[in-house]
């Protein structure tokens, strides 16, 4: 089945005119995103409009991170409603956990590939209705500042272990790879620090 979608003539005129600008333009990316969210294969659509590859990414980039961010967010908040309900019937207090809103900004951070966490943070907004998710996604926002002013751990350059630690335990080509995407999602989710001896140690019992 072939779709054909025509679009005003001043309209696809404005685009192509954009263009050079647009991956230098934050505001720009955004606008794109949401404007091509509905289409299946937005990578595929934006360059067959004739954008660069550049443009192309960025923009595949902010609709796939804003997705994941925006979902994340709706099951943190979920989980608090659940968790003050049954507070509520044991008497008891219940706080917000700010462990796992650092845990949300970890692991957008560690999905970015050619978008900007300012066009993430825009992109996502726009999938929310109450100011409830809104102001959830502000400490995600001052979450992302902590993490990179206190060198927190979030992508495999941090590690305290590299591909070269793992070859030496005798892992080969891809498995290399594979066991530290396991640590590092390990220390994104406080389930291991961020030591050597440590990763070394949880390395060496990882199935071959």
Do not use: H, W
């Not at 779709?3 to 505001?27: G, H, K, R, Y």
């Not at 299946?40 to 659509?45: A, P, Q």
């Amino acid at each position: 089945m072939v779709i054909t979608v025509v679009f005003p003539v001043n309209f696809v005129f404005e685009i192509f005119n954009v263009e050079p600008l647009a991956s230098s333009n934050p505001d720009l990316m955004v606008r794109l995103a949401i404007l091509f969210d509905p289409f299946k294969d937005v990578y595929s659509f934006l360059k067959d409009m004739r954008f660069s590859n550049e443009v192309a990414e960025v923009v595949s980039d902010i609709i796939r991170v804003g997705k994941m961010l925006a979902a994340e967010i709706k099951c943190y908040l979920t989980d608090i409603d659940i968790n003050n309900f049954r507070a509520y019937l044991q008497d008891m207090t219940f706080e917000t956990d700010e462990k796992a809103i650092r845990k949300i900004a970890r692991r957008i951070l560690r999905e970015l590939r050619f978008a900007n966490t300012y066009e993430v943070l825009q992109y996502a907004a726009s999938l929310f209705d109450t100011t409830r998710e809104t102001l959830t996604l502000m400490q995600v926002m001052d979450e992302f500042e902590k993490c990179r002013e206190e060198k927190d751990v979030y992508k495999l350059s941090d590690l305290a272990v590299n591909g070269n630690d793992i070859k030496n335990l005798g892992f080969e080509g891809s498995q290399i790879g594979v066991v530290l995407n396991f640590l590092l999602s390990a220390v994104i989710e406080d389930n291991l620090k961020n030591e050597k001896d440590e990763l070394i140690k949880v390395a060496q019992k990882f199935p071959r």
